[in-house]
């Protein structure tokens, strides 16, 4: 109804870009968010990045709000289920120069100037069905849609698998659109390793050490994998749903698999990590370090460069005024 124009898409009166994906979770969209904040706000622009919230508008305990805000202290957050009434709220109290709509790539009604969609290398599709049947969101045709993709983790995957990947991505978005499609890579680098006291030590600390691995998120394997390339050796694991709340048996659980391994440490992701910040959690795990990654976009990365520049080249004049679309 959205493609035929039976449903209207909000025009707001400023460069909206979004960060999205085709499945459900594990895709990197976090950390590319973060990187295309940094990217806009070192050239120069006021960014405001729209966040729907986990299940709701209340970011109380939703680890993603939580990664941005601690990765990007200058950068406001909104957060508001309603895409639209939340841009027009960072619009009034913040003047940006550009939005960054979060997990929006399915949020038809708010119209942006270019769609990055996240896709994994290791499980691009999943097994092709959309939800329930399967991980995928929309068909993968919606790619179509899409300005520009970036495929994460792309440094686990073959140089033929990989590059078999990218013609089977480019057939989808050639379809009805006369433009080069812009595919990037990108990887997951490792750069820290924190304690429970804030000590960072280097990512090469690991080789060698056996560590017990556990998660809440949407690839854990992804992560498992990340930690053999650093050279650790994986004593055990443990995976629990994506946005897990570590409550009291949770916990227990994990410290009592923890202490059988006979790992030296106990390893997770930022993103279980900042769920996990109490004295109590710090009593019960004392040896819980966690891995923070940064994203590096290689392949690719001067097309989406552009790609974004364009976005904010948008003609001024053809917008929608903000009062002319409240009215």
């Not at 729907?52 to 508001?80: H, T, W």
Request: proline fraction near 5%; include cysteine; charge should be positive.
């Amino acid at each position: 109804m959205y493609d035929g124009g039976v449903l209207p898409s909000a025009r707001l009166p400023a460069p909206v870009i979004c960060v999205g994906n085709l499945t459900t979770g594990g895709t990197g969209k976090t950390p590319m968010a973060i990187w295309l904040c940094r990217y806009l706000a070192e050239g120069g622009k006021k960014v405001v990045l729209l966040s729907r919230g986990y299940r709701g508008g209340d970011d109380s305990g939703n680890e993603e709000v939580r990664m941005f805000r601690e990765a990007l202290p200058d950068v406001p957050v909104v957060v508001e289920a309603d895409r639209v009434r939340g841009g027009r709220e960072a619009l009034e109290d913040y003047q940006p120069d550009v939005l960054v709509l979060d997990d929006g790539f399915q949020h038809r009604r708010l119209k942006r100037d270019l769609d990055v969609v996240m896709i994994d290398s290791l499980r691009p599709f999943g097994n092709g069905r959309v939800l329930p049947g399967g991980c995928l969101r929309e068909p993968m045709t919606g790619l179509k849609r899409a300005g520009a993709v970036v495929l994460s983790r792309s440094d686990l995957l073959g140089e033929n698998e990989l590059e078999g990947l990218k013609q089977r991505i480019r057939s989808l978005m050639e379809r009805e659109r006369e433009d080069a499609p812009v595919i990037a890579c990108c990887r997951h680098e490792p750069i820290g390793i924190f304690d429970m006291t804030d000590q960072r030590a280097a990512p090469g600390e690991a080789r060698g050490k056996t560590l017990f691995a556990f998660c809440g998120i949407g690839h854990p394997g992804a992560f498992v994998k990340t930690l053999e390339k650093m050279g650790a050796k994986i004593a055990g694991r443990r995976f629990y749903r994506d946005h897990v709340a570590y409550g009291e048996g949770v916990l227990a659980g994990l410290a009592e698999a923890y202490r059988r391994s006979g790992a030296e440490w106990l390893m997770t992701t930022e993103k279980d990590w900042v769920k996990l910040k109490s004295p109590d959690v710090r009593r019960r795990l004392p040896e819980l370090r966690w891995l923070k990654i940064d994203l590096v976009v290689g392949e690719g990365r001067e097309a989406l460069c552009g790609a974004i520049n364009q976005a904010l080249r948008m003609d001024k004049d053809s917008r929608v005024t903000h009062s002319q679309e409240s009215r």
